[in-house]
């Protein structure tokens, strides 16, 4: 349990990404550190040792800047799948409790953007809100390209996610907001939450703040990726298919299918 405030940051890293930092008094985490400088520049600035790193997936803009930051601290402790770790480091698995600041995160299996995607998640009573790591599986607003898995492995992925309480943070690892619900609009271009979450998220970009975290809730009242359920989808989704001159049946009730169909959509958007 920690003792002291724990600050949950992004260092903004490339064009657009998030290297989240948490840090408690002196000690510094970060997920997913593709880039060493902005990190090491963070810590300089705010007197922190790097104490942890939390890796999601092997992408180089998620761990291009892991080596670099083990040599500048070679007491650092590093946890990711198997794919992006040495054997000194730790192997985060399904299921695993993690120590991270005196917080205990639980590791989950969130294959479809890579077979080895992981997200850390985090309920300890010391934090405000509940908190989720979620490199690019989770997007706000949208989710991420299906690169090695299958489209019934993300949808079932971010089932999991979206059974997480509702007040969880979720922390992705892109500010790709905007672009995101552009498309969420047109899959469902009635939907008032999602009208009223573009206004407020066009307002922060105009003034270059971020727009992560998203809590659950949001997402699942605006992110077409976790609403394969509601009919609207359903219906946004077979039109698009039939444009696409597939004449394969798109049932109703195979939220699969149709989390497919509006992956394939967001593709080619």
Request: charge should be negative; aromatic fraction near 8%; include cysteine.
């Amino acid at each position: 349990m920690a003792n002291t405030e724990l600050l949950i940051e992004a260092i903004c890293a490339f064009n657009d990404n998030y290297i989240w930092a948490l840090r408690s008094d002196d000690t510094l985490c970060v997920v997913d550190p593709g880039d060493a400088a902005p990190v090491i520049n963070y810590a300089n600035t705010h007197k922190l040792k790097l104490d942890t790193i939390l890796i999601t997936h092997h992408h180089n803009d998620h761990i291009g800047g892991v080596e670099q930051l083990r040599k500048h601290w070679p007491d650092v402790t590093i946890f990711g799948p198997q794919r992006c770790i040495k054997p000194d480091d730790m192997l985060a698995t399904d299921g695993n409790y993690i120590d991270c600041l005196g917080l205990s995160f639980r590791v989950i299996d969130v294959p479809g953007h890579t077979l080895d995607h992981i997200a850390y998640f985090c309920d300890d009573a010391s934090l405000n809100q509940p908190a989720l790591f979620c490199g690019d599986t989770l997007f706000a607003g949208g989710c991420g390209r299906i690169f090695e898995g299958t489209a019934a492995q993300m949808f079932a992925s971010l089932q999991k996610l979206a059974a997480l309480p509702s007040s969880t943070l979720a922390y992705c690892a892109h500010e790709y907001t905007l672009s995101n619900l552009r498309f969420a609009l047109a899959v469902e271009p009635e939907n008032s939450a999602l009208q009223n979450r573009i206004a407020s998220d066009s307002s922060k970009r105009d003034k270059s703040i971020p727009t992560v975290p998203s809590t659950l809730q949001l997402e699942i009242e605006t992110n077409p990726f976790l609403r394969c359920h509601s009919p609207v989808v359903y219906q946004a989704a077979k039109v698009y298919r039939q444009q696409q001159g597939d004449k394969t049946p798109l049932l109703a009730d195979d939220p699969v299918a149709t989390f497919a169909a509006i992956r394939d959509w967001k593709n080619r958007f």
